[in-house]
């Protein structure tokens, strides 16, 4: 290999290496790329929180606007608890005792957890 060869190829890596730059630059530049710490006072729609159950099921907090909604997802989606009034900030302690939850509709050990998870978050909120 010739000098010419490797100065060549050297330019030609730096050329290219700078047109990434360019260009990733004019994507931040024009609001082309979200960007994850950007957040907005006046969205109204919200993931808090995400717990997965299990492979194919997870419970979401899905906040907007001053209420928080806890819904199991996987092959039925269901809404557990609705309207429960957001908070500004989490207390890290645990609740001394849980509160019993009302779902008739939910059966089997799975759905117990889900009720045990569900009587926590209402104690953390009270």
């Given at each position: 290999?010739?000098?010419?060869?490797?100065?060549?190829?050297?330019a030609?890596?730096?050329?290219v290496?700078?047109?990434?730059?360019?260009?990733?630059?004019?994507?931040?530049?024009?609001?082309?790329?979200?960007?994850?710490?950007?957040?907005?006072?006046?969205?109204?729609?919200?993931?808090?929180?995400?717990?997965?159950?299990?492979?194919?099921?997870?419970?979401?907090?899905?906040?907007?606007?001053?209420?928080?909604?806890?819904?199991?997802?996987?092959?039925?989606?269901?809404?557990?608890?609705?309207?429960?009034?957001?908070?500004?900030?989490?207390s890290?302690?645990?609740?001394?005792?849980?509160?019993?939850?009302?779902?008739?509709?939910?059966?089997g050990?799975?759905?117990?957890?889900?009720?045990?998870?569900v009587?926590?978050?209402?104690?953390?909120?009270?």
């Amino acid at each position: 290999m010739e000098l010419s060869e490797i100065l060549r190829f050297a330019a030609a890596l730096v050329f290219v290496i700078g047109l990434i730059v360019a260009c990733a630059w004019a994507a931040k530049r024009f609001g082309l790329v979200p960007s994850g710490r950007q957040t907005s006072m006046n969205k109204r729609l919200a993931v808090t929180e995400t717990l997965s159950i299990d492979p194919k099921r997870k419970l979401v907090i899905v906040r907007h606007d001053d209420r928080e909604h806890l819904l199991l997802l996987g092959d039925q989606d269901v809404v557990l608890e609705a309207g429960l009034p957001a908070r500004e900030e989490l207390s890290t302690e645990l609740p001394s005792t849980a509160k019993s939850m009302n779902t008739s509709a939910l059966t089997g050990p799975v759905a117990d957890q889900m009720q045990k998870v569900v009587s926590l978050l209402k104690e953390r909120r009270a």
